[in-house]
């Protein structure tokens, strides 16, 4: 069976295959050789069955997208296949046939080999490529002369430098591959690097004839690439942060507000009124006044605020049935009973911290 081994859109070439260069963009054509006539014309990738078929059909001429078939009879039998606009993944194995029928066309095996750029020796700038590890990187030198020998190397050709050389058409060392192709005019020379490490980043040469085009190599790991289930998972996670935050800034929004709004509660007087009594000389109008910074009810209310407590008494006050408001027992006010006092005697508590001043008139 013919050999179907590939490397990242690069064949493993042997000795006993045809090998077809192209270069990226390009065209090629492939001319094949019978020794009889056919009606049936067939051009496969790889082994000739399934949708590996590209053309099979009885015409003289035939296409199909970037594939075309032509049959022409001259001294011999010539059957021509065709690929427009090359990619890197139209290197590989192909078959082609020509026989009475379908089922018993004999097949000529080769291969396709496209290289990523064609140097010719014009550009004025060093040719720079930019690979991932584990790829692999052909690139096709075009000389004008043709020579004998053709040798690929890093850096300097010579000693260990040489990659591998070649005084045939092809030839494969390890990892490396060199071929010529000297059917084109002018003649190229494309060499190749398989399974690229990071080691591999250089600069290169390919000798041929006395001439040599240089290029050079950049070798970076591999950047992992988001499946459609890794992005679906990063949108979900994005999204449920920005959620989190924004639900976040929106409660410390709120409660800032609501805090706001608890320390701009206006004060609140609260009086102790004591009834006048209908003579105005026995009686006197007297207000006790607590200032409270809080909606609090007097049994709550704190009793360490002396200071705010304002107590004022002027003239008569009648004490009938007068009780405190607060029961607390820190009061910042005195028990006025009627009862106990001396009703002819006006008195009056002022209570401040650490000091109580009594009056009598």
């Known amino acids: ?12 070439v042997t000795d006993a295959q045809f090998v077809y260069y192209g270069v990226i963009g390009g065209n090629i054509t492939v001319p094949l050789v019978f020794q009889s006539s056919g009606t049936w014309k067939m051009f496969c990738r790889e082994e000739c069955e399934g949708e590996n078929i590209l053309i099979n059909t009885t015409d003289v001429r035939a296409q199909t997208g970037r594939y075309s078939i032509e049959y022409e009879i001259k001294s011999v039998y010539v059957l021509s296949v065709s690929i427009s606009k090359l990619t890197e993944s139209d290197s590989g194995q192909y078959s082609c046939g020509l026989a009475g029928s379908s089922s018993s066309a004999s097949l000529t095996q080769f291969v396709i080999v ?3 750029a064609l140097l010719d020796g014009n550009d004025d700038q060093l040719k720079h490529f930019d690979k991932e590890t584990g790829s692999s990187l052909t690139v096709g030198c075009s000389f004008k002369q043709p020579g004998n ?21 092809k030839a494969q060392r390890g990892r490396y591959n060199i071929g010529y192709a000297s059917h084109t005019d002018p003649g190229v020379l494309y060499v190749s690097i398989t399974q690229l490490t990071k080691s591999d980043s250089g600069r290169y040469r390919c000798y041929l004839g006395g001439s040599s085009r240089e290029f050079e190599v950049t070798v970076t790991d591999v950047i992992p690439s988001l499946t459609g289930q890794n992005q679906y998972g990063l949108y979900v ?3 449920l942060t920005v959620t989190i935050i924004l639900v976040s800034v929106s409660v410390l929004i709120f409660y800032k507000k609501r805090s706001s709004k ?10 102790a ?6 003579d105005s000389n ?19 209310a704190s009793c360490s605020n002396t200071d705010e407590v304002v107590s004022s008494v002027s003239r008569k006050v009648h004490f009938k049935d007068f009780s405190p408001v607060s029961t607390c027992k820190a009061s910042n006010y005195q028990n006025l009973n009627g009862a106990t006092r001396d009703q002819d005697q006006i008195y009056s508590t002022l209570k401040i911290p650490d000091q109580t001043l009594q009056t009598q008139s």
Do not use: I, W
């Open 149 to 169: 020998r053709a040798f690929f190397c890093r850096g300097e050709c010579g000693g260990n430098n040489t990659l591998v050389h070649t005084d045939n058409v």
């Open 273 to 278: 009124d004591v009834t006048e009594a209908t």
């Open 237 to 239: 996670g994005l999204t």
């Open 262 to 271: 608890r320390k701009d509660v206006p004060v609140e007087t609260q009086y």
């Open 282 to 300: 026995k009686l006197t109008h007297s207000a006790l006044s607590f200032l409270n910074k809080a909606r609090v009810s007097p049994n709550n």
């Open 114 to 116: 496209v290289a990523e």
């Open 1 to 12: 069976m013919f050999p179907t081994a590939l490397q990242d859109g690069n064949p493993e």
